[in-house]
């Protein structure tokens, strides 16, 4: 009789354990921003939210200026969304990724390095967090792109599927799209090949948060046929005043896609040194 209780406290232990690593208990667990320390050439991350990967990428890019854009996979399973009360919402609860916690680590060069060498720390970091991420028992599975220039992306490309099996799936981005070339501002631009899209695939995908004052007013020249919607998207934002990256979100409760994009922050210079004080000139004795 004994046995089978500490059996039974044993099992209701384990399932306790598994239920926290998939979801917080409260959403007032989610951590505001991730948590980035330091320690003899050695980072340590720490996100919490429901989309914790996404958080983990915000804050390399306020801690060393990684900009990196990301897209979410389509969660399409009750194994990958959770509720969430919403009081403006009324009684209906709004739906979002499970999230949840994830840490990793990667090791940092310390003192000065090329630029060179600075980008390819950035890229080997970026693969070794996704990778933490991939073995981690938080929704989706991604996967670490280059483009010709050197862009880096961070792309949804599996999730559970509606039988609650893992499944690979296309990245809306990847979808060939064709796109008259004219000049355009950097909005309509955008807003076309979100259209585009939504034609081809059937996923609702619209533009969520922009700087619109800078893509308003910004002519852009953008087109191809059957090209990637990424690569478009590349054409637009490379011709803007002001570098940017994006945020592609899966919207459980529409299914559907929101594009948000954001104009990288501007690095504040370094205050210039003070000037040594200088002793006054020594008076003529005479």
């Given at each position: 009789m004994m046995q089978r209780t500490a059996g039974l406290i044993l099992l209701l232990i384990l399932?306790?354990?598994?239920?926290?690593?998939?979801?917080?208990?409260?959403?007032?667990?989610?951590?505001?921003?991730?948590?980035?320390?330091?320690?003899e050439g050695s980072i340590h991350l720490v996100a919490y939210s429901p989309r914790p990967l996404a958080q983990a990428l915000d804050a390399l890019q306020r801690k060393y200026g990684w900009v990196?854009?990301?897209?979410?996979?389509?969660?399409?399973?009750?194994?990958?969304?959770?509720?969430?009360?919403?009081?403006?919402?009324?009684?209906?609860?709004?739906?979002?990724?499970?999230?949840?916690?994830?840490?990793?680590?990667?090791?940092m060069p310390t003192g000065e390095v090329s630029a060179e060498a600075a980008k390819d720390t950035e890229e080997k970091a970026l693969r070794l967090v996704v990778d933490a991420y991939n073995h981690s028992r938080n929704a989706g599975q991604f996967e670490v792109r280059k483009s010709r220039a050197g862009d880096l992306?961070?792309?949804?490309?599996?999730?559970?599927?509606?039988?609650?099996?893992?499944?690979?799936?296309?990245?809306?981005?990847?979808?060939?799209?064709?796109?008259?070339?004219?000049?355009?501002?950097?909005?309509?631009?955008?807003?076309?090949?979100?259209?585009?899209?939504?034609?081809?695939?059937?996923?609702?995908?619209?533009?969520?948060?922009?700087?619109?004052?800078?893509?308003?007013?910004?002519?852009?020249?953008?087109?191809?046929?059957r090209v990637a919607a990424r690569e478009l998207l590349l054409q637009v934002l490379s011709q803007t005043r002001s570098p940017c990256y994006w945020r592609l979100l899966f919207d459980p409760d529409s299914k559907g896609y929101f594009l948000d994009i954001h104009a990288v922050p501007a690095t504040k210079a370094p205050p210039a040194p003070t000037p040594p004080a200088t002793a006054p000139p020594a008076k003529n004795p005479s």
């Amino acid at each position: 009789m004994m046995q089978r209780t500490a059996g039974l406290i044993l099992l209701l232990i384990l399932i306790a354990q598994a239920l926290s690593q998939v979801a917080p208990s409260q959403p007032d667990a989610y951590l505001k921003d991730a948590a980035i320390s330091e320690a003899e050439g050695s980072i340590h991350l720490v996100a919490y939210s429901p989309r914790p990967l996404a958080q983990a990428l915000d804050a390399l890019q306020r801690k060393y200026g990684w900009v990196v854009d990301y897209e979410d996979p389509r969660y399409v399973s009750k194994v990958d969304v959770t509720e969430l009360a919403d009081p403006l919402r009324g009684p209906k609860p709004r739906l979002l990724p499970v999230g949840g916690r994830f840490e990793a680590g990667f090791p940092m060069p310390t003192g000065e390095v090329s630029a060179e060498a600075a980008k390819d720390t950035e890229e080997k970091a970026l693969r070794l967090v996704v990778d933490a991420y991939n073995h981690s028992r938080n929704a989706g599975q991604f996967e670490v792109r280059k483009s010709r220039a050197g862009d880096l992306f961070v792309v949804g490309v599996a999730a559970h599927d509606s039988k609650g099996a893992l499944a690979a799936q296309k990245a809306i981005f990847d979808t060939p799209i064709t796109l008259v070339r004219a000049k355009r501002n950097g909005t309509d631009a955008i807003q076309l090949i979100c259209r585009r899209v939504t034609a081809r695939t059937g996923v609702p995908l619209n533009l969520g948060v922009s700087p619109r004052i800078l893509l308003d007013h910004n002519p852009v020249t953008a087109g191809g046929t059957r090209v990637a919607a990424r690569e478009l998207l590349l054409q637009v934002l490379s011709q803007t005043r002001s570098p940017c990256y994006w945020r592609l979100l899966f919207d459980p409760d529409s299914k559907g896609y929101f594009l948000d994009i954001h104009a990288v922050p501007a690095t504040k210079a370094p205050p210039a040194p003070t000037p040594p004080a200088t002793a006054p000139p020594a008076k003529n004795p005479s």
